[in-house]
C-alpha cells in the first residue's frame, strides 16, 4: 500500500517538505487514465476510388489525464505552517475538510488543493542511464531525455521530465473532479474515491 499527498497552493516546492501544508492518504488502487484527442472526419466517396473508406485524423497534440484513486482515511497528525505544532485529525475530520476543499476557491491556499503526488518505483533515470538501486520518485507524464534528444526528439521545450531525486521533485498540478466517502458506524477509517484531473490552475 502506498500513499498519495495532496499539497496544499501553500505548500513550498522549495522545501518540500512533504509534511507540511499536505494532506497524506492511504492508497488501496491507482487508476490512470489518458484520453488522446485527434480531431477526424470521414472522406466522402474515398471507398469509390481506394475500395474502402478512408478517415482523415489531425494530430494536434491534445489529450486528457486523469487519476481515479482509492483508499482509506486514517487518523493522522498535519502540520500548517499557520500554526506551531501538529493536530492529530480523526478520519471524519480529514474527510470533511477534504470535502471543505474541494468546495473553496483557488484564491484560499490553505483550502485549495491544486498538486497530487505518488511515488513509484524506478530504475533508469531521466536520461536512460541505469540507477544504482531502485528509487522512488514521483508520477507524471513526462519522457526521458532532455529537449530535442532521446524519447524527446523533436520536442523542444519539454513541460517536465523524469526525477532523478529520490522523493524529490513535482508531482502533477491539476484539481480534484470529485472526491466520495462515506461514514459507517462498524469501520473506524474511512473509504474514499478520488477523480484528479491534470491541468494548468489559475489563478
Partial sequence: MTYAYLKLGAFDNEVNDLTLDVIPLKLVTVGVSVQRTVPAMAIPLSSIALGESLTVGIDLGMASKTLTLNGFITET?????????????TPQEIAQMIAS???????????????????????VDSEWGQRGSTIQIPFNFASRGSALSKDNSGVI???????????????????????????????????????????????
Fill in 157 to 203: 521545450l519539454p513541460m517536465s521530465s523524469i526525477s532523478d531525486v529520490n522523493r524529490g521533485g513535482d508531482g502533477l498540478s491539476g484539481f480534484i473532479e470529485m472526491f466520495d466517502f462515506s461514514f459507517s458506524a462498524e469501520a473506524v477509517d474511512i473509504e474514499f474515491n478520488m477523480t484528479f484531473r491534470q491541468a494548468t490552475i489559475f489563478p
Fill in 101 to 123: 476543499n474541494v468546495d473553496s476557491s483557488g484564491l484560499a491556499k490553505y483550502q485549495t488543493m491544486n498538486e497530487l503526488t505518488i511515488f513509484i518505483d524506478s530504475k
Fill in 77 to 89: 497528525s498535519l502540520l500548517r505552517s499557520h500554526t506551531t505544532g501538529t493536530r492529530t485529525f
